[in-house]
């Protein structure tokens, strides 16, 4: 499957589970060389397209000895026949495989629990896409547990806005619990900047989504608040004070407040008729949940989960009103901490240092997950298999958490030195931290992400006679403490790191939009290296904590005011 979001690509994996077919979706961002990778892996014969993916199809035959045939969502015609002929493939249409099927139909071949229903590949960050492999049983599981939950049961009177991804099991699950329940779908245009549009449409009864989006409503509709300034700022205020007020008390709704205000920017966003907000795939600012749940009136669920646990792995409850954790796990999952010794979590923690002091906890450590929804490996990787699932069965998530007090868990942290943007996509820092250690400005580096930001930033030790050599070429007679204050000096080592960036064909969110300048080198046992050079990140993130959040700040004013949806 290699398209957007559509009727089709649902029916056409409904047809596949008829006949016990394994589906392998690819994300429709997807480049040929990508596309060729994947379909090389899977030895895959038949491939579901739509018009606009079909190019990267045809470009990537040559690559791909096994592929036959595609099925494009829209008619063939029949240049795009002959084209496909001339590479080596057959084209059909969609509408004439109904047809052919309709004529001579198969007897269903359903498949048992154990067979596998998909290939979800990873991003490939940290080198080639894992494809994770899911069973039938897997997503069954998941999706009973989560139907336990009686907010997340869909049912007729529901409406659902698709328009995160389909390859990722997180929609998918969505999607069956809708189809399970008679719960309407409707799908988006294509346009991720017409949202807005679809949501206004369709007026959608449930809303799963991700921080990116929910933090682009959040800062659009405080930007109208403000533009509108007078009497409306003041009774939004004093609306919002007396919600969140509300909030403390296990309050959503105020009969008052939401019948003046509140419902009209309900109207304007589409989300009139919602009931329930789902997010997850990457954190969500506390604020911003407070702001969905005071405006919209509903309860916002946020969960935790993985691909290869089906995207199910805790959920925080629809009276659980206190941000900052992701719930409890779901029914039919086992979870656990494990020590990670060398960070110094332990399952036997009790305190927890945060930014502004201390914690309770009842145990840290690394999150890991045992149950009938974990997937059964990653395919054709028996090593990375091994690496992720231990002898006990325990897949390991990466992700370090506590225990609150009252048997929440909390993300606190990761293992890995691979974290997640706020737009829900993957950084593996040590990469790039080795690609822009070939910028001759640059002698020592550490990227950082904040999980709650959508850009990169990073801590630069300076090469001190490419400095002074910079600073002869440009006649400014600066000492190495000044010139890493100078703007100049700062936006000339920007330049020469997105020169780096575009040479290396990395994707936009992986080139650091902000630099602080380092003087001094960093030393083997001290701070932030270790005796064999090699960097602490958690010593170098506590280390430079508040040069990092002064660049987010410096990155937010000069973006201005929030973008329209």
């Not at 006949?19 to 979706?25: E, L």
């Amino acid at each position: 499957f290699y398209s957007k979001n559509r009727m089709e690509w649902v029916v056409a994996e409904a047809g596949c589970f008829t006949q016990a077919i394994v589906t392998v979706p690819m994300y429709d961002t997807l480049g040929a060389e990508s596309v060729a990778y994947v379909i090389n892996q899977c030895s895959l014969k038949t491939l579901i397209c739509a018009d606009e993916t079909t190019p990267s199809v045809l470009e990537c035959k040559s690559l791909c000895p096994s592929l036959e045939c595609f099925i494009q969502m829209e008619p063939v015609s029949d240049e795009l026949r002959a084209k496909a002929k001339a590479v080596g493939l057959i084209a059909y249409g969609m509408e004439e495989v109904e047809k052919a099927g309709a004529a001579k139909p198969l007897q269903h071949n359903a498949p048992n629990a154990k067979d596998i229903f998909t290939f979800c590949y990873t991003s490939g960050t940290t080198g080639d896409p894992k494809g994770t492999l899911l069973a039938h049983g897997d997503v069954i599981n998941v999706s009973a547990a989560v139907r336990s939950r009686k907010t997340m049961r869909m049912t007729e009177n529901d409406v659902h806005l698709s328009y995160l991804p389909l390859p990722h099991i997180f929609e998918r699950l969505i999607q069956f619990n809708c189809i399970r329940g008679g719960t309407a779908i409707g799908f988006y245009q294509g346009e991720t900047l017409k949202i807005l549009e679809d949501l206004t449409a369709l007026r959608p009864t449930i809303f799963p989504s991700v921080p990116r989006l929910l933090n682009r409503i959040h800062d659009r509709l405080r930007a109208g608040v403000e533009e509108a300034g007078g009497v409306k700022k003041a009774l939004f205020d004093r609306g919002y004070a007396s919600k969140k007020a509300g909030l403390g008390q296990g309050s959503l709704t105020h009969g008052l407040w939401d019948r003046l205000i509140f419902s009209k920017i309900k109207e304007k966003v589409g989300l009139d008729r919602v009931r329930c907000i789902i997010t997850g795939s990457a954190p969500i600012a506390d604020h911003v949940l407070d702001f969905l749940r005071i405006v919209f009136a509903c309860p916002v669920i946020e969960g935790y989960g993985l691909s290869e646990t089906t995207a199910g792995g805790s959920l925080t409850y629809e009276d659980d009103l206190i941000p900052g954790t992701v719930g409890a796990p779901i029914a039919c999952n086992e979870l656990r901490l494990q020590d990670v010794s060398d960070m110094g979590y332990l399952r036997t923690d009790q305190v927890h240092k945060t930014g502004s002091g201390t914690i309770p906890c009842h145990g840290r450590g690394e999150i890991c997950f045992r149950g009938p929804s974990i997937f059964k490996g990653y395919y054709k990787m028996p090593e990375k298999t091994n690496e992720a699932i231990d002898a006990e069965g325990w897949f390991h998530s990466g992700d370090v958490g506590l225990w609150t007090p009252d048997g929440r868990l909390k993300i606190i942290d990761r293992k890995k030195n691979i974290f997640k943007l706020a737009q829900g996509e993957y950084v593996a820092p040590e990469k790039l931290e080795n690609l822009n250690a070939q910028s001759k400005f640059v002698g020592q580096n550490f990227v950082y992400g904040d999980s709650l930001k959508t850009q990169l930033v990073s801590i630069i030790v300076v090469d001190p006679d490419q400095a002074a050599a910079w600073a002869k070429e440009k006649n400014v007679s600066k000492t190495l403490p000044e010139l890493c204050k100078d703007d100049a000096f700062k936006k000339a080592i920007l330049a020469d790191l997105e020169i780096l960036a575009k040479t290396q064909k990395l994707a936009g969110f992986e080139v650091v939009k902000a630099v602080y300048l380092e003087p001094n080198q960093w030393e083997p046992g001290a701070e932030v290296l270790t005796p064999t050079f090699k960097l602490q990140r958690n010593k170098a993130q506590a280390k430079y904590q508040g040069v990092i959040d002064e660049l987010y700040r410096q990155l937010e004013a000069a973006a201005g005011p929030a973008a329209k949806l």
